[in-house]
């Protein structure tokens, strides 16, 4: 029985714990890794306030708030474009730097 604890028992995970640090310095980009961090809740039709309750709870603080949310979902369309502009621009690019080598 001389195992290594698994993840879940050791603690954080570096995608939560950077989540978390994220929303304690009130970094600028915290919404959107949230976004990316919990899409699975934001793809379903959830209230505000059931969403703001699940993830807090899923976090173990209370740092989401409504306004989070609110802000997360008027935003999520242009953040799935920007993404989609980008991987077709980086495969333009990749395309275009082997055709015409310096």
């Given amino acids: ?3 290594r ?5 050791t603690g954080l ?7 978390l640090t994220l929303y ?3 970094d600028a980009k915290r919404r959107r890794f949230l976004y990316h961090y919990y899409r699975n809740f934001f793809e379903e039709p ?3 306030g059931y969403l703001v309750e699940i993830i807090n ?3 173990g603080k209370a740092l989401v708030t409504a306004r989070d949310i609110k802000y ?6 242009k953040w799935k474009q920007e993404g989609e502009i980008l991987s ?10 082997q055709s015409n080598p310096s």
């Fill in 1 to 3: 029985m001389n195992q």
């Fill in 5 to 9: 604890p698994n993840q879940s028992t």
């Fill in 13 to 19: 995970s570096p995608a939560r714990a950077l989540l």
């Fill in 24 to 26: 304690e310095r009130k």
């Fill in 46 to 48: 959830y209230s505000v």
């Fill in 57 to 59: 709870r899923d976090l």
């Fill in 72 to 77: 997360i979902r008027a935003n999520v369309y």
């Fill in 88 to 97: 077709t621009k980086s495969q333009t690019d990749q395309r275009d730097g």
